[in-house]
């Protein structure tokens, strides 16, 4: 933030590291973790595909978009 002023690269940051804490619970053989990290996923997919959308209607740069996106694997 103080390099450049803007909280992007500490929300993509937050949302890595959340998404690691679903990877943990979708790892997992039973139990509920993996249903709950099941649907944690396709929000988080919905919510990515909606920002790149909105994102490309709104003419952003290719690097502006790839900076929000956090890490998915």
Sequence with gaps: ???TG???RL???????INGFIRLG???DL???PLIAYYFK???EIGLLRMIMVSKLN???KEQILERIP???
């Design 42 to 44: 396709k929000r988080n």
């Design 26 to 28: 979708g790892a997992k």
């Design 1 to 3: 933030y103080l390099k």
């Design 59 to 61: 003419d952003l740069p």
């Design 31 to 33: 139990g509920v973790e």
């Design 11 to 17: 929300e993509r940051d937050i949302a890595s590291y």
């Design 6 to 8: 803007s909280y992007v």
């Design 71 to 73: 890490e998915v694997v």
